[in-house]
């Protein structure tokens, strides 16, 4: 059975690739939130400054592009990732939360929540019906 890491290196090897009509700041933006998509440290602040973006500028053109904020983007790719594991793994609820980038089980509760309707465990028990 693959471990969560093979899972979720699985999962960001499947994410699209920043489109090639985006302005070169945002595909740069995108690649960089796809590379660092799970670590629990990623700030939509320290990918500009990673990059050497502007604040406004690339924000704004980041929501032109994506039709939503980076924190936004970051979110739904790790609840996917996490609905993925919840489909695929037996792991803890908690272990998943961590993998896909929450230092914070409510967090990701209320993330995971707001974006599906459901919470991890009820999404999971839906799953097996």
């Not at 994410?15 to 700030?43: I, K, M, N, Q, S």
């Amino acid at each position: 059975m693959p471990t969560l890491d093979e899972h979720l290196r699985t999962f960001r090897r499947s994410l699209p690739p920043p489109d090639p009509a985006w302005p070169p700041e945002v595909r740069a933006l995108v690649a960089y939130l796809h590379r660092h998509l799970f670590d629990p440290a990623l700030r939509a602040a320290t990918a500009r400054q990673a990059l050497g973006l502007r604040d406004h500028n690339v924000t704004s053109l980041f929501a032109a592009c994506l039709g939503c904020g980076i924190r936004a983007y970051v979110n739904r790719r790790r609840v996917e990732a996490a609905q993925v594991l919840l489909r695929q793994t037996p792991a803890a609820v908690t272990e998943i939360a961590l993998a896909v980038g929450y230092a914070s089980l409510s967090t990701f509760h209320r993330v995971f929540r707001r974006a599906t309707g459901l919470t991890p465990a009820a999404y999971r028990q839906a799953q097996k019906k």
